[in-house]
């Protein structure tokens, strides 16, 4: 059964590179105006302030911050590579706690010409690797999987079975996943692994978008909540059947959407949200 629809945007949280025209207090300012309670924040947007201003700004606008996007990219074929990687999420993870964020979004990472499960193992042993700090630092970390077309470069971890082993495998607390319903629509055991991982504690984040069925871009080119085909109020109800109650994050590449007007594309977003999410 779908979920109820949603009327208050308490839970809801848009990521920086959704509004990515707006530098981050342009952002901060818009949805804490239009009483939306969380912003999802992008290491670009975060850059040009550094970690103090920013946390000043989003503590003035009383947004809460689910996420700071992101970390991962951990395989190298060389081993100074590997170790440049790990000390990129340490910095990352020091960053997420700055700024008040739960966690940090793992975008695990792929190589051309490297086999896949020696990707996925380095992949594994760089977040074991990172899990110790984030724990000092008292951060979370969210294995994100992508949708298979990115396999080749940018992740190799592309279905939530994939993330689960990886969880299973390390059993840390601080690790968990990151459905984001764009990358994970299409897989046919999506419904068990995301019971699973709410019998594992280990369901961390919510992003929605739609898919097009036009794709124009298959990297910035998303739509937003009810223009494509992604049954996004029943991936919801998954979601808060296997007792997941945080953010509905909206996150959206959209080159044509970030030549729009921003003030109207929000307002589009928040109906959208509330009429199909």
Not at 22 to 51: F, K, M, N
Not at 122 to 127: A, F, L, N, P, T
């Amino acid at each position: 059964m779908p979920a109820a629809p949603l009327t208050s945007l308490d839970r809801l949280a848009i990521h920086t590179f959704t509004l990515k025209p707006w530098d981050l207090e342009r952002c901060c300012a818009a949805l804490s105006a239009a009483g939306i309670g969380g912003i999802t924040v992008w290491r670009q947007h975060l850059e040009p302030y550094g970690t103090a201003q920013a946390a000043a700004i989003i503590r003035a606008h009383g947004l809460r911050v689910p996420a700071l996007c992101r970390g991962g990219f951990f395989p190298h074929h060389d081993h100074a590579g590997r170790c440049s990687a790990i000390d990129d999420n340490l910095r990352t993870i020091d960053d997420a706690a700055a700024i008040g964020a739960d966690m940090v979004v793992l975008v695990c990472g792929a190589v051309p010409g490297m086999p896949l499960d020696q990707a996925r193992g380095q992949i594994r042993d760089g977040i074991a690797a990172c899990l110790d700090h984030a724990r000092s630092c008292g951060v979370r970390l969210a294995i994100e999987p992508l949708h298979p077309m990115y396999a080749g470069d940018r992740s190799a971890i592309n279905t939530m079975t994939q993330a689960r082993q990886i969880c299973e495998d390390i059993r840390d607390p601080l690790l968990g996943i990151a459905v984001d319903v764009y990358h994970v629509w299409w897989d046919d055991r999506l419904a068990d692994e995301i019971r699973l991982a709410g019998e594992q504690g280990t369901l961390f984040g919510f992003h929605v978008c739609d898919w097009r069925l036009e794709t124009r871009d298959l990297l910035n080119d998303r739509g937003l909540m009810g223009e494509g085909c992604i049954d996004i109020r029943g991936i919801r109800a998954l979601m808060e059947d296997a007792g997941f109650q945080g953010f509905n994050e909206v996150e959206i590449f959209s080159l044509w959407r970030w030549q729009q007007d921003q003030d109207a594309y929000l307002a589009e977003i928040i109906d959208a949200y509330r009429n199909h999410t």
